[in-house]
């Protein structure tokens, strides 16, 4: 499975942006996919996870109700919409899929994206 980040960019704080990650090679619709970001010297982190139907949905507290994640699996993609941008949100961000269990932890997932920067300006 080959995974595509795309939609980052330079971001005024508290505007909004779209990432994408779409899936090419294999289908990822029976597993979780998930967003994590790493900011400079920090460890990468979760963000946001999505079950295969799209029923269930997971969120780090420092996203919940700015952030939204959804997918689309005729398309092979899943997005994560991100509104009221914080300068704090300033990070590469990573989408992964493959994740069977605990969609929360990084260890979960088999296949990683190349990333994107989101960079967030105050």
């Known amino acids: 499975v080959q995974l595509q980040a795309s939609g980052g960019g330079l971001v005024q704080a508290g505007g909004s942006l779209r990432l994408s990650c779409a899936a090419s090679g294999r289908t990822f619709s029976r597993s979780y996919v998930g967003w994590f970001r790493q900011a400079p010297g920090k460890e990468r982190e979760f963000v946001a996870a999505i079950n295969w139907s799209g029923t269930s949905t997971y969120y780090a507290d420092s996203v919940k109700g700015r952030f939204t994640i959804s997918r689309d699996n005729t398309e092979n993609t899943v997005f994560l919409h991100m ?3 914080k ?4 990070a ?4 992964a899929a493959g994740g069977t269990y605990m969609p929360t932890i990084r260890g979960s997932y088999e296949y990683w994206g190349q990333g994107t920067q989101v960079t967030v300006s105050s």
């Open 83 to 85: 509104d009221t941008l």
């Open 87 to 90: 300068p704090e949100d300033t």
């Open 92 to 95: 590469v961000y990573y989408c």
